[in-house]
């Protein structure tokens, strides 16, 4: 047998499952087998992986690139700080305005001329015709996940200037929820819980009073019960049309407190979200407002929750919410906590902060790790062939060095003049990233031409 790649000598990671070792035969860009002896097999490429660990590729299902830069910018910029980070797949979420008949096919040509890995979109549900043309949409471009911006309540008339706005209260998303059912069991709402009756009484009285410029005064401005009263609300409501809903980043440790007592909201369908930032950084992090961002960053105590909740397989899936923006545009209309943009950089955090805080700090078995950080989202978002180590699949792998410490400067990664993680010294880092059998990445460094990233029409 010939085959294009081999990795040997190294431990497989069979997401939720086991380790082992065997090695791994690649054949045009997909798994073609595991050997426990592979001296008979003839290899174009060999990659001797002793003493390294082999995941399967992360899956990055949560980014907002081309928001405050480029689409095209992005793609390269973004996409090759994720590859550092082994990430091989990403999931873009994107809002407009107009028919996303209008959007998707120049979404689809920036990506692939521009893109160093593969990626998908999920759109955001904003408008009367949005809802009109979905059916349409998912035949023609295979797009199977939409957002519900809760915090857009009442305000997607004022924001985006259309005529035909969603409200986005609780009456809407059961009408989606309902309309998602009947059009086909493949679509997964993905929901940003943020109770906004809740919140914005909060910010009005916070606005009366003396203000902080500070990330703990802005983690008061949308507190943990305004996202645990959305999401207990949200999870119901797909209950009753027995949906797909996927929770996007849970940031707070009283949605898992609520949430493991429930278990009954929990079952075939539901997929809970957290992100890097909400894991390893806290309100009295040193990056200040640097780490602005929707919904806040609260307590060290809200971050253990959430690393429980990830043990415990209450949340399944590690989103980076990359939303990269420099430092003048950051801060572009002001340095106070009202004033300063949500969102930063921290595209190929996902699998470096797992490894180093979850396995190393926690002992977080690193078949969790890899279920989390890539086969639940190929799972619940539709991506089929990606996020599994068995025969057929892509062959999308990261090769981890499991006792490789590195500290996240801006440099690491590229693509941005600050970080909200720098400093940190993070133990675990792909030294490969493989994408459909290609190098991409090795030992921190680009091997792999941009545009070589693939749409997923799901």
């Known amino acids: 047998m010939v ?32 050997y426990a002896n592979s001296d008979g097999i003839e290899a174009k490429n060999v990659i001797d992986s002793t003493n390294l660990h082999i995941f399967p590729g992360v899956i990055d299902p949560h980014m907002h690139i081309g928001i405050y830069n480029p689409l095209e910018r992005d793609f390269v910029e973004q996409t090759r700080a994720a590859a550092i980070g ?17 959007y998707t096919p120049q979404l689809i040509e920036t990506g692939e001329k521009n893109s160093l890995i593969d990626f998908t979109f999920s759109f955001g549900v904003l408008t009367k015709r949005h809802l009109s043309e979905l059916e349409e949409i998912i035949k023609e471009y295979g797009i199977t996940s939409y957002k519900f911006y809760r915090n857009y ?9 259309v005529d035909d706005p969603l409200t986005l209260d609780a009456a809407d998303m059961m009408e989606i929820l309902d309309l998602f059912k009947k059009t086909s069991d493949k679509l997964v709402l993905c929901v940003h819980c943020e109770d906004m009756d809740l919140q914005r009484s909060v910010v009005k009285k916070l606005k009366e009073g003396a203000v902080g410029d500070t990330l703990e005064f802005f983690s008061k401005t949308s507190p943990d019960y305004a996202e645990t009263a959305s999401v207990m609300q949200a999870l119901y409501l797909n209950k009753l049309v027995n949906g797909n809903m996927y929770i996007v980043h849970l940031s707070a440790g009283s949605s898992v407190d609520i949430l493991e007592k429930m278990d009954w909201l929990m079952e075939e369908g539901v997929t809970l979200e957290t992100c890097p930032h909400y894991l390893v950084l806290n309100e009295n992090s040193s990056c200040g407002l640097l780490a602005k961002v929707n919904p806040p960053i609260h307590t060290k105590e809200d971050s253990e929750k959430l690393w429980e909740g990830i043990r415990k397989g209450l949340i399944k899936t590690i989103g980076s919410d990359n939303c990269p923006c ?26 470096p902060v797992l490894i180093s ?5 926690r002992n977080i078995p690193l078949e969790t790790v890899a279920a989390v950080t890539s086969f ?13 180590m ?17 500290e996240v400067k801006p440099e690491v ?34 091997t792999a031409e941009q545009g070589r990233g693939k749409f997923i029409k799901r």
């Open 390 to 406: 068995e025969i057929g699949a892509d062959a999308d792998f990261a090769v981890v060095d499991l006792e490789l410490e590195k």
């Open 413 to 446: 990664f590229g693509g941005s003049d600050y970080s909200v993680y720098d400093g940190m010294k993070l133990k675990g880092w792909p030294v490969y990233t493989i994408s459909r059998g290609e190098v991409i990445q090795k030992d921190g460094q680009i």
């Open 357 to 361: 805080e979850g396995y190393h700090k």
């Open 326 to 351: 420099d430092l003048d545009k950051k801060y572009g209309k002001g340095q106070s906590v009202w004033d300063v943009l949500p969102g930063f950089p921290g595209a190929g955090m996902i699998l």
């Open 3 to 34: 085959v294009d790649l081999l990795i040997k000598n190294g431990s497989v990671v069979f997401p939720g499952d086991k380790v082992q070792k065997v090695d791994v035969g690649v054949v045009s860009g997909k798994i073609a087998g595991f």
């Open 376 to 388: 639940e989202t190929a799972k619940a978002l539709g991506l089929t062939g990606k996020g599994a």
């Open 153 to 161: 309540q009442d305000n997607i008339g004022k924001i985006f200037g």
């Open 86 to 102: 082994g990430i091989t797949t990403l999931v873009n979420y994107f809002r407009g305005k107009e028919s996303y008949h209008i």
